[in-house]
């Protein structure tokens, strides 16, 4: 999906996700729930991440982006959904994202990725949980 969306702005050897990112690559999470991270420095720690969200949530698929074009030529906008379900839980994860990108030299410099925090927490807590939190509000979307 990202290969998509970023096009030429990557390296024509960045064929997963972790080849995209820099050595010194930073991704940032604002809307991160207490217990997971809000910002990640370097590739290293973005794998460590990336390995254990596998542990937490299972995707089943990625859907069709839609690019910005921004005025600046290194930095793109990307709006896309994520499918799957908690591991521990069963509860769906139907996340839409909003992505800000920087590249440089064919690699992702910076990723701040937008998402809400309340359906992650029903995929990883369940329903009954957040909605007991939020005052029982039925729009899991």
């Given at each position: 999906?990202?290969?998509?969306?970023?096009?030429?702005?990557?390296?024509?050897?960045?064929?997963t996700?972790?080849?995209?990112?820099?050595e010194?690559?930073v991704?940032?999470?604002?809307y991160?729930?207490?217990g997971?991270?809000t910002?990640?420095?370097g590739k290293?720690?973005i794998a460590r991440?990336?390995?254990?969200?596998?542990?937490?949530?299972a995707?089943d698929?990625?859907g069709?982006?839609?690019i910005?074009?921004?005025?600046?030529?290194?930095?793109?906008i990307v709006?896309?959904?994520?499918?799957?379900?908690?591991v521990?839980?069963?509860e769906?994860?139907?996340?839409?994202y909003?992505?800000?990108?920087?590249?440089?030299?064919?690699?992702?410099?910076?990723?701040r990725?937008?998402?809400n925090?309340?359906v992650?927490?029903?995929?990883?807590?369940?329903?009954?949980?957040?909605?007991?939190?939020v005052g029982g509000?039925?729009?899991?979307g």
């Amino acid at each position: 999906m990202l290969r998509k969306a970023l096009g030429d702005r990557l390296a024509p050897d960045a064929a997963t996700f972790l080849d995209m990112v820099a050595e010194n690559g930073v991704m940032e999470f604002p809307y991160s729930p207490p217990g997971l991270p809000t910002r990640l420095v370097g590739k290293a720690a973005i794998a460590r991440h990336l390995e254990s969200l596998g542990d937490m949530i299972a995707f089943d698929r990625m859907g069709e982006p839609t690019i910005h074009a921004t005025t600046d030529p290194d930095v793109t906008i990307v709006e896309f959904e994520g499918f799957g379900s908690g591991v521990a839980t069963g509860e769906s994860y139907d996340q839409r994202y909003i992505s800000v990108i920087r590249t440089d030299a064919g690699r992702i410099m910076h990723y701040r990725d937008y998402w809400n925090p309340l359906v992650a927490l029903r995929a990883l807590r369940g329903s009954a949980v957040v909605d007991a939190l939020v005052g029982g509000a039925s729009d899991h979307g």
